[in-house]
């Protein structure tokens, strides 16, 4: 049995949710619920669920960042968090950047279910305190700007500076991570979610297995079929389709 608790300010917006939970989701047990971030931080402290189904907005002046930022610090709880939204750009950006999970207002049953799955196969496993803390960290930036990501790895999960990546590059399901000090990290994820996660951030897909931070282009070269050289040496091929957006974006640099 998984036992949840259910944050939002809305009482329909509980009932809703409770009721696709007994319906499609027989193995959660509702332990308890909240409306506010003192009473949230409350039953959480006092239930120690395994899964919190976390309102973003509770308030005008109050979210359910609050919370995740009082309960990251109690060493006594390791709960899974499923974000609850609407569709708030700036909140899903930041959950995608911290690995962590969200389902949009209205809820989908299936992509309920889903996010079950996957807190059943996580239970146990240690607290991702990581995830928690870039989260909390990108939501106290400018919301055009987050500083850091997330990145999963079949080790665990390791916290990168955007800053610091110079490259992606497609290794089938896979994504290889090229940092500055000639590091690289695989991350068990394809690269299409992080170009959708980066796109807006200075990084461009200019091959269908290259994605490419452009603040590290040392300059573009027009012969050999176009390709970038980037400030470590390393050479990246253009494809004919992305050359006219990239000289665009080039232009406007």
């Known amino acids: 049995m998984i036992r949840a608790i259910i944050v939002d300010d809305e009482e ?23 409306d506010s971030v003192e009473s949230g931080i409350k039953v959480i ?27 990251s610090i109690n060493e006594e709880l390791n709960p899974e968090v499923i974000f ?38 996580r239970k146990g496993l240690p607290k991702k305190a990581a995830n928690f803390n870039v989260l909390v960290e990108n939501i106290r930036q400018a919301s055009d ?26 290794s089938s399901n896979y994504t290889t991570f090229y ?17 959708n996660m980066l796109s807006g951030y200075n990084f461009h897909r200019i091959h269908k297995s290259h994605l490419v931070n ?10 050999d079929g176009g390709f970038l050289v980037l400030e470590d040496g390393t050479k990246i091929p253009v494809a004919n389709r992305k050359k006219e957006h990239l000289l665009s974006t080039l232009k406007n640099l």
């Open 179 to 195: 940092l500055q000090n000639d590091k690289s990290l695989l991350a068990s994820k394809t690269l299409k979610e992080f170009d």
């Open 84 to 121: 609850i939204t609407a569709h708030n750009e700036f909140a899903i950006q930041a959950i995608k950047f911290s690995a962590l999970d969200y389902l949009l207002k209205p809820i989908d049953p299936e992509e309920l279910v889903k996010a079950i799955r996957k807190v059943e196969s």
């Open 45 to 71: 402290t006092e239930s120690n669920p395994d899964v919190i189904f976390l309102d973003v907005q509770l308030t005008e002046d109050s979210s359910g960042f609050d919370i995740l930022n009082e309960i």
């Open 12 to 34: 329909n917006s509980r009932e809703t949710l409770r009721g696709k939970i007994d319906l499609f989701c027989p193995e959660v047990e509702i332990a308890g619920e909240a």
């Open 214 to 223: 452009l603040n590290y282009l040392k300059k573009y070269v027009q012969t």
């Open 145 to 170: 700007s987050p500083k850091k990501i997330v990145v999963p790895t079949s080790d665990g999960m390791h916290v990168i500076r955007l800053s610091d990546i110079i490259r992606l590059e497609s």
